[in-house]
């Protein structure tokens, strides 16, 4: 095969990228999002808990532009760094999920003795509500950042695994699979070599919606007041706090909430747009 036929399929997949809007609407969202959020120091006119009583509740202004809260603490600011913590506990949900999920998930496909139990195991844990789950499991180990991230990578970690597993069942009964055992290549081998690797693509899709999930989870907790320490800013204590001054302060909510619902939409438009990438089906078609 020549050089120039292995750029076809490239070619093809990045017309259909940059072809997709809303993937890409998406990723600059998203990209601000994290930017933001990286340099939040330079970015943030005020630190995020700094008081001024003289300045509570002002509307938004040329000094304080998403407006103070009933501490006088500028919103924007603290909206920008709630930003760091949402996207540091999904990304720690994210690698905690994909981990254990993939690892069940490629156990019960490919070892048949494992795969009732496990699959038993999957269908109890995603018999219970995600946020229900995850509260429990914050009850038990007890609210922080770090059991945040446990909680909720033990909770979405059913979702991929059966993903991963319905995908390995269909991969074990491939032919290269049946030739890399006759072969007698060891177990590790295969399922790192000729398993793993094609799994890679759904695998990258569904941590991207995760990724979405895992981040309104954080502010569901956070709202509720089981999340991270209340010292701590994030969009899910700014909207609890928020909801005493909705009347006669509604930017408290506002900015807020609208922060969480583009970072959601961004990772959903993306997840969405990675999808149709990676389908086989779509990319015959196009």
């Not at 103070?68 to 690698?95: C, H, K, M, Q």
């Not at 991963?164 to 790192?192: D, N």
Request: charged residues 15%.
């Amino acid at each position: 095969m020549t050089s120039g036929s292995l750029t076809l399929p490239f070619a093809s997949s990045l017309r259909r990228l940059f072809g997709n809007r809303a993937m890409l609407f998406g990723a600059i969202i998203l990209l601000v999002v994290v930017l933001a959020a990286i340099f939040a120091p330079w970015i943030a006119p005020y630190a995020p808990n700094k008081l001024s009583i003289i300045n509570k509740l002002k509307p938004p202004s040329a000094a304080h532009i998403f407006g103070t809260d009933e501490f006088g603490r500028d919103i924007f600011s603290r909206a920008i760094y709630a930003g760091r913590i949402s996207l540091l506990v999904s990304l720690g949900v994210v690698g905690i999920s994909t981990a254990l999920g993939v690892f069940l998930g490629v156990i019960a496909g490919y070892f048949r003795k494992l795969d009732a139990p496990i699959s038993r195991l999957l269908d109890a844990m995603m018999s219970f509500p995600d946020i229900l789950l995850a509260i429990a499991l914050v009850a038990a180990l007890g609210p922080s950042l770090v059991t945040v991230i446990l909680a909720l990578g033990i909770t979405y970690a059913p979702r991929l695994a059966r993903i991963v597993r319905g995908s390995t069942l269909v991969l074990r009964e491939m032919p290269y699979i049946e030739a890399a055992i006759s072969m007698g290549l060891p177990t590790w081998q295969i399922l790192g070599r000729h398993v793993l690797l094609n799994l890679a693509s759904p695998i990258l899709v569904q941590a991207t919606f995760v990724f979405a999930s895992a981040m309104l989870a954080e502010a569901s907790l956070s709202f509720l007041g089981v999340g991270v320490s209340s010292d701590m800013p994030t969009w899910g204590t700014m909207l609890a706090a928020g909801r005493e001054f909705m009347d006669n302060a509604p930017w408290l909510m506002v900015f807020p909430g609208l922060a969480i619902v583009f970072s959601v939409l961004s990772l959903q438009l993306l997840g969405d747009g990675l999808r149709d990438l990676v389908d086989p089906r779509l990319a015959k078609e196009s």
